[in-house]
């Protein structure tokens, strides 16, 4: 267990890739990171002003699970039990999706985990693939149209090892998930919810609030697949849709939803109805 981001890092105050980042220094023992381009690779900085106590490689998005599974092979020779994790954003899931299901299918030895912070905010907030229905980006001014894409399900899909969700606003839940994966062999793969405040428009001090209401408003799941599929205590009691959180209070908190109308919220209620229905299927697997 050690502290891997350093003092100084140049991340934005209450950047949830910093939080995240701290959980795998807390989670594993011996590991290199690969980081394809995003806010992450700024976080790591360069020679000699890098800030993540580990050894990191920065790759172009495409590129990352060759790199990773090359090393974790190189190491295996070497007779070394280190973890590869390949730390990127959802920005790069996109763009490097091929190679991520490629790694996937040959069930490469690697860790990788998607911090989904819901747009390329490094290149200035575009929508991706994964950006909240109707959220408002620089490509998607008066609101995303297109659906969301559950990147964790199509993960699952590609029958691996080892598929979860999480969240930055649930610290122990993704260390213990991390503590998990570190020993399991093959692809191990994480989708890390990511409060963004710039990029979602709140106050810095509540990234960590505003995680834990995703989660309690239903529109964050948190659950992991280890040979099973199993909800995570956290979002337990919100499979039952009256016991969730008001899913206006989320939304009012964040400026991208600034001027949603009554029936636009309807609409991302439904979509949120249908994301756990999608769940009630895992869950007989
Ligand atoms: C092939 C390729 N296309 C585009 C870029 C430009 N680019 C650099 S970072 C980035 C956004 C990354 O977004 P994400 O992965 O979500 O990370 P975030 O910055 O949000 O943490 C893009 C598009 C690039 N470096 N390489
Ligand atoms: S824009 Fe968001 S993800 Fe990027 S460094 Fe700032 S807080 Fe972190
Ligand atoms: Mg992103």
Redesign the pocket.
Known sequence: MKTIVMPGNP??Q?????IGLKALGLALEDFVLVIPAG?ST??AGIHPKATLNVPVLHVPFASAPAVAAGISAAFKRENKKKNVVIWMGDGGADIGFATISGSAVRNDDIIVIVSD?EAY??TGIQASGTTFWKAKTTTSPAGKREDRKDLAAIMLMHRVPYVATASVGYMNDFIKKLEKVKSIKGFRFIHLH?P????WRFDSSKTVEIARMAVKCGAWILWEFDGKFNLSPASKPYKDKNKRKDLKDYLKMQGRFKGLSENEILEIEKAIDKQWKYIECFENI
């Open positions: 991340s934005c209450g950047c949830p890739h910093a806010c700024i976080i912070n905010m490094n990511s963004c405040p710039p990029g």
